[in-house]
């Protein structure tokens, strides 16, 4: 198959490296596959263009992909409509058989296009939220008219896709989140981040990794540390991340909640964030960011710890409560009982946290998740259009 991944981000975020992974896994299986990314519109330290680069996937910056679209701007209509020509163009010229589309940006410009290039080429959406997309005027549009199939990574989103865009079910199809597991293995030799954290040996490291942004309800969770340390004193909160929102999130609760003994501030880990998730005994995940699988909750799991999750989206999807974790209501009440089991019966967290990396090692695959896009890909080719 003839693949084009269209991703209109030049920022290495959290659908980047999923989409990176899946284009050289593709390739692998012997598809000819080319990701049109944004090209960075000013210098920077970091970007998708960085990493493809390292990673030697065949790539192509030629469009603009100047998300989002602004009707009160001229030069983002002019861009907008340059690269739905030149896309038009490109579908035409190198005989694509699939476009696949991530954002709605690209959405928009890869469907107008697939449709004017009256070729076969068929457009699937992979939706990377983290609630399944909102059924107004403009996606009902989007998708009953410039869709042929889509990806989602939940049963809940799969069927409320399905029921509010008309889909045939045989066009919606769920496939697991993946991570390079080769990567993932509690067993291996880590560094001792807790000495550098200033974490004694003999306390329970309770860790979370996010974007503490407001709507991560990070202040939900210190307010249950409050009531978790008046029963369990011997323990540490280790937030790894940053955000603009800190102080409101996470260092003013911290002070009004007087919890700032147990709780370290562990930053933004790039080199070290492995070593930093293996010193973790529980893991808390109550909110996904831009990332809708929840990849920093799945990464945990495939490092063999024991979670507690809220009852939110597709988080007890990845999570079996009981047997991998606690699913609970992201109240404090709920989650200072949840980790007060952990915390009680320590003999629970090695059995969880096998059972989580089971399931991680099992259900993550890349190889997996990849073969079953390639079905699906196929399928959508033989179906062809959808016509509603």
Known sequence: MKILQLFSDWKWTGPS???VNLCKELERRGHDVTLAYRKPPFPVEDSLEKRVLERSVRATDRFRLNRPLKFYSPSSIKDTLSDIMDLTDYLRAENVDVLNVHQSHDHILGGVAARRSNTSVVVVRTDHKRDPISPHP????????????????SDRARREDAKHFGLPHDRVCKINPALDLDRYHPEREFKDMRSMFGIGKDEIVIGMVARFQKYRRTKVFLDAVKRIVKEYPKIKVLLVGRSSQMEESVIKPMRRLGIEPWVVIGGYQT????????????????????????????EAMA??????VADRGMLPELVEDGVSGWVVEDTPEKLAQAALQLLRHPERRPAMGRAAYEKA??????????????KFYETMIRLG???K
């Open 271 to 298: 080199d070290n964030y492995l070593d930093t998730l293996a010193c973790m005994d529980i893991f808390v995940f109550l909110m996904p960011g831009s990332d809708g699988t929840a990849r920093a909750l799945r």
């Open 361 to 374: 090692h099992r259900e993550f695959r890349l190889d997996r998740q990849v073969e079953a896009i390639e």
């Open 303 to 308: 490092m063999g710890k024991p979670t507690l």
């Open 385 to 387: 259009k959808w016509k």
């Open 17 to 19: 490296e999923p989409i």
């Open 138 to 153: 403009g996606n009902r549009l989007l998708i009953s008219k410039l869709t042929d199939g889509m990806i989602t990574f």
